[in-house]
């Protein structure tokens, strides 16, 4: 029997004159795109066509708020009040509605960026002010979550529609926190690792961490960050594997 699973990208992460990842590539392979939303990176123009590429493609597009910081791409830690991050994922998420709005399409999700995630899945609080604030400007936004975290119990609590994710050039946590990037092995840049870890993941249901447990969660998503040099070729891979398992790429 033929199962299917969401297979996402970080996308529209250039600036300007300034590349990031091959996203035309990409839409070819994943069903659903994360689109940079002009805070971390991105820009108007980077951010439509984007939007162009992916609806073109029959790629679900979805809301990639972050910090603003160009500079750090979003991965440096901000304390900021509960009205500041209201603010800023509105801001963000008004900016990709009208954009997508003016394409006759709508958005599917939004997804937490970088530091932004990272600090939400570690906190209750703020992971509900980002969720709030999200479906106050669009209720029927699916949140993109990371299980057994803060941002999971958030979007629970407020009724939300979820899609669990897990990442497939990343490491974890034994509490389901991803690895901090400074540390050793917590990127993995081998598309058949990669691939190899996702079909694991699926097939024994849930996230194996660094410390050899194994996390049972539902894996509705797969994420495959955009930006890095593999990221062609872990997509690529772990889309050759997922079929080779008896999966279909497709949206929620």
């Not at 659903?32 to 992916?54: E, K, Q, W, Y």
């Not at 050039?169 to 840049?189: C, E, F, K, V």
Request: charged residues 20%.
């Amino acid at each position: 029997m033929t199962r299917s699973v969401d297979l996402n990208a970080d996308m529209g992460e250039g600036f300007g004159p300034w590349p990031m990842g091959n996203d035309a590539a990409l839409l070819d392979i994943v069903s659903s795109a994360n689109i940079a939303c002009g805070f971390h990176a991105g820009d108007p123009v980077t951010m439509g066509r984007t939007m162009d590429l992916a609806l073109a493609a029959g790629v679900a597009i979805g809301a990639h708020p972050g910090f603003a910081d160009l500079q750090g791409f979003g991965r440096r830690r901000i304390p900021l009040s509960g009205p500041e991050l209201t603010h800023m994922i509105q801001y963000q998420l008004g900016a990709a509605m009208a954009l997508a709005q003016a394409r006759g399409a709508r958005l599917a999700h939004v997804k937490l960026h970088g530091a932004l995630s990272n600090m939400a899945s570690e906190n209750l609080e703020m992971a509900t002010t980002c969720y709030r604030a999200a479906l106050a400007v669009q209720p029927d936004l699916t949140l993109v979550v990371m299980p057994q975290t803060a941002l999971e119990q958030a979007a629970r609590d407020l009724g939300a529609a979820t899609a669990s994710e897990v990442f497939a050039d990343r490491s974890y946590n034994d509490d389901g926190t991803l690895t901090d990037r400074s540390q050793r092995g917590a990127m993995i840049h081998d598309p058949q690792v990669a691939a190899d870890r996702i079909v694991a993941m699926l097939r024994d249901g849930g996230i194996t961490t660094t410390g050899g447990k194994l996390l049972r969660v539902p894996i509705d998503t797969i994420c495959v960050h955009g930006d890095g040099d593999a990221a062609l070729a872990i997509a690529r891979q772990l889309a050759a594997s997922l079929d080779a398992a008896g999966y279909k790429i497709a949206a929620p």
